[in-house]
Structures are given as C-alpha cells and as structure tokens.
C-alpha cells in the first residue's frame, strides 16, 4: 500500500560506476519529483515531471538523467558516479503544476559513493 | 525568488508544554507555505499548508500554523508537546520556475526535540 516507493533503500558504489534509483507513485498524481538531501539535511530539487513531460530541469550535472516511462514512474540514472553524489535522493509526487497541493515523499535512498 | 528561513536550528521543549517552530518568508505575491516533518531515515511527510483564508491553519498530529502577513511569518504550533514528536521540521513556500512553472523550495529544517 506504499504510496511512494523508492528503489533501492541503500545503494553503495565505486566511484565512476553507474546507478540508477527506481521511483512509483500508486497516487495517481500527474506529477513527480527528484530532490537531493545533503548530509545537513538540505533539499535541493532537481528535476519534475508533469505527464511525462520534463517540467523541472533545475542546474543539475548531466550525469544526471530522470526518465518517466508513464506518469506513475520516475527513474533517476547516473553516470560516472563521484564522491560528491553521496546523499539521499527523495522522489515525491503531487497533483497538478500549480503547487497548491502537498507533496508525497517516498522513503529515499541513501547513495553512498566511495 | 521566494525563500523560507527558519532562524533556529534546534528547539528544545518539555513533554506537555506548548511547542513553536518559527518560519519567515519572503516572497512577492501571495504566498503558498507549507509544513513538514522528516522522522529519522524517513522521507518527509506534510503536515500542512496556508494558500489563502483562515489564517490560523490545522493540520496532522495536533499541529498547527498561524500566517501572519504583517510579520511574514508562518509558525508551525502544537498546544502540548509529545515525545514522538521529535523530528526535523522543514517549512516551503511555493516559487516560481521558468515561464509559469512553480517548484517548492525548503528551509533549512528545525530539529525538535521533546524531554520527557
């Protein structure tokens, strides 16, 4: 019944390799997110989807790369991973584009980089 | 751009006592403000939001906020603390992206912590 599910909860790898994090939303939300939490907690978004359709690409390495098959998933791959990407990275979903509404967060996954 | 402070890092309070957890904003328009909580290896969860009208505003476990424009401020209360809610309490205001795009941007986040 998990509203917004993250794959995988931890998530350990070598410098250079590439990983990606699986995201699904069972809300029927028409919109989806990535946000990074940094190791004081701060959150940063980083991309959005409405549909789809990319809505949100905020200044994020092109490592980087969200895909979303359908609206209910949203998928975040990278490559040529580096001691900096370690952190939580969040998916949430939310109705509509307007930002009236509260965001659904899943419960993240931990990349660490080593 | 719209952005949200939260001065305190750290607020410390009794189980029982009444809690705040301070918020101010700075946006041009009307605001849309949000509250969080992030419990520990969690992701976050809402608790509530201010858009328009009443401004004091309820929300989730007892919680709730009070807008207040002249101070542009939005303080996230509860009446009588409870251990469980120790947590990271995040307040976000809704900004503008792109061409009429919106996005949430998030404070730094208020440790609570509640003393038996």
């Known amino acids: 019944d998990t509203a917004v599910s993250q794959t995988p909860k931890y998530l350990v790898t070598q410098m250079g390799n590439d990983k990606s994090i699986k995201c699904e939303q069972n809300l029927g939300h028409d919109t989806m997110y990535w946000y990074k939490q940094d190791s004081k907690k701060f959150l940063k978004i980083m991309f959005s989807y409405n549909n789809k359709e990319l809505i949100i690409n905020e200044t994020v390495p092109n490592r980087f790369s969200p895909k979303s098959p359908d609206k209910a998933h949203l998928n975040l791959h990278i490559n040529s991973l580096e001691l900096g990407d370690s952190a939580v990275y969040f998916c949430a979903s939310s109705q509509g584009t307007q930002g009236g509404y509260g965001y659904t967060f899943g419960s993240g996954t931990r990349l660490t980089v080593v | 751009a719209q952005s949200v402070a939260q001065p305190e890092d750290q607020v410390n309070v009794a189980e029982g006592n009444p809690l705040t957890v301070k918020c101010t904003y700075s946006v041009s328009g009307n605001p849309y403000l949000f509250w969080y909580v992030q419990y520990p290896n969690r992701g976050l969860q809402f608790l509530l939001k201010?858009?328009?009208?009443?401004?004091l505003v309820k929300g989730s476990y007892g919680f709730e906020a009070e807008f207040n424009k002249s101070q542009t401020s939005f303080h996230l209360k509860k009446p009588s603390a409870l251990v469980s809610d120790s947590a990271l309490y995040f307040c976000?205001?809704?900004?503008?992206?792109?061409?009429?795009?919106?996005?949430?941007?998030f404070g730094a986040g208020t440790r609570l912590f509640v003393k038996a």
């Open positions: 976000a205001v809704r900004d503008m992206y792109g061409a009429g795009g919106f996005k949430t941007i």
């Open positions: 201010y858009i328009t009208g009443d401004n």
